[in-house]
């Protein structure tokens, strides 16, 4: 097995899509074999990509609202790790970002996963990290977040914290209300 620490390194220096990224290739994520949550997301989009922060843009400012968590906690890679399906900006299409780059996630994330061993909370965003965390056959977001009861208290989907995600949030009034007290008091208890 390859030391933690060079694992990083070679993501970090991964260039696997660079043919296929039109901004280039910018690995984004945080990790450490300390972290207790790990928040499984999508991939980075154009800010994060600029920035090279993970989620330092809208849709983190409401994940850490949705956890309920400070700045101070949620980049603190010894408490949360942050790994999404693909770690380069995969661009912009017609209704939004591109999905991740499909190579990504099977070139490191089960050699990232087996480092993370002091997990005690996985917070799954947006379809495709359904898709991989919860299988194929897991139907759509609004399914699977609706039965997140059924996944308690180790693993917990969420829909994308995106602000495009404002619509299905104002459908869906018992998100806000039954699922977000639940899953800031795991956050607190996980981290405590």
Known sequence: MTSFSNLLGEVRACTICEPNLLHGVRP?????????????????GRVVHESGVPFEDASGNRLREWLGV?????????KVALLPMGFCFPGTGKSGDLPPRPECAP????????????LKLTVVLGQYAQAYH??????????LVRSWQDHWPTMIPLPHP????????????????????????????VLA
């Open 70 to 78: 400070s700045r101070e906690t949620f980049y603190n890679p010894e």
């Open 107 to 118: 070139a490191w994330r089960l050699q990232l996963l087996e480092y993370l061993a002091n």
């Open 28 to 44: 984004v994520l945080q990790i450490d074999p300390k972290a207790r949550i790990l928040i499984a997301g999508q991939a980075p």
């Open 134 to 143: 919860f299988g194929s056959k897991s139907g759509s977001v609004t399914e």
């Open 162 to 189: 995106s602000p495009r995600n404002n619509i299905w949030l104002r459908r869906n009034p018992w998100f806000e209300i039954e699922l977000l007290p639940s899953l800031r008091n795991r956050v607190n208890d």
